[in-house]
């Protein structure tokens, strides 16, 4: 279950006269190829990473996409380098968009029409209000980062007999998503990141989303998580885990591209390859798992 799927994929295209193609293990993705090679179907719903797994899919690559008319991201931001890769191959932008349950999931989405992909989720859907707030819980400016803050019939009543946990996330009628965005001067958001995975680098905000997007440009990368483990000169430092493409990948060449790409303090101090990343049900690559074990190991050490 995942609220995404269930209304934009399944509630939706039902409510059109539609129907809905069940795909009962979407991590197998021979599987899932040859189940999508049977039908003309015309839109598909994702997130990054099972976009990009089937990018890297051969069968898929083979596909007729003639008949795709809608392909939409959300769960999780989609990176550049996937969207580029997309649109490419199937002749097709990634329609993104950003919601969250306790919002029955819509917040914001691009326009219909859009012809290019900005790594922007669009402007906040009719009758719901967003801002943007620091941890004092004022509004930021345009173009500075804050947490997204949401208003609108959709937004929830509360949890289910939990009024504590209730009280921490709606606050004057306001739903606080615990994202950090950015609004442009003509509305449009931008995630940045989940406020809990950001990486404090000597008093600088470093936030994962965006080193993943640089070292995905990186061609012998498949997969990558990045995220901070503690460090004694600087507090936070960057650690990713990386899935190899190019078995030849090594870790000094990854750190040496970073280099040309980022800020000195974003540039990831350490590299471990992995062959697979822990993943949620869904598919979205689960940091917080990473995180406590590369902090853990730090922990055994001391």
């Known amino acids: 279950y995942h609220i995404f799927a269930l209304t934009m994929n399944c509630l939706l295209f039902i409510e059109l006269g539609g129907q809905n193609l069940l795909i009962t293990n979407p991590r197998d993705i021979p599987g899932l190829v040859k189940e999508l090679a049977k039908y003309p179907f015309t839109a ?7 976009f990009n797994a089937l990018l890297n899919n051969k069968e898929f690559q083979q596909l007729d ?4 008319h809608l392909s939409a991201g959300g769960g999780m931001p989609v990176q550049n380098v996937v969207a580029e890769r997309w649109v490419k191959l199937t002749g097709q932008y990634l329609l993104e968009g950003y919601g969250l349950t306790e919002c029955a999931p819509l917040v914001s989405v691009n326009p219909h029409d859009i012809d290019y992909h900005s790594g922007s989720i669009g402007l906040p859907v009719p009758s719901t209000e967003a801002k943007l707030v620091d941890d004092d819980d004022n509004e930021v400016a345009p173009g500075e980062a804050g947490e997204l803050c949401v208003k609108g019939p959709q937004v929830m009543l509360g949890y289910w007999q939990r009024p504590d946990a209730t009280d921490e996330i709606i606050k004057d009628g306001w ?10 001067e003509d509305g449009f958001l931008r995630i940045v990141d989940r406020k809990k995975d950001m990486i404090l680098v000597s008093g600088f905000n470093v936030y994962p989303n965006e080193i993943e997007d640089v070292v995905m440009q990186h061609s012998g990368v498949q997969e990558v998580a990045a995220v901070g483990v503690p460090s004694g000169s600087s507090g936070e430092a960057v650690k990713l885990f990386v899935v190899k493409k190019d078995p030849a990948l090594t870790d000094d060449a990854l750190i040496t591209f970073c280099r040309r790409h980022l800020t000195g303090y974003k540039v990831p101090k350490q590299v471990e390859f992995r062959e697979e990343l822990p993943k949620s049900n869904v598919g979205k690559i689960l940091r917080r798992e990473l995180r406590d074990e590369a902090r853990g190991k730090v922990d055994n050490k001391a």
């Open 44 to 50: 598909m719903t994702g997130v990054n990473t099972l």
């Open 65 to 68: 996409f003639s008949s795709l």
């Open 175 to 184: 739903l606080h998503t615990g994202d950090i965005a950015v609004m442009d």
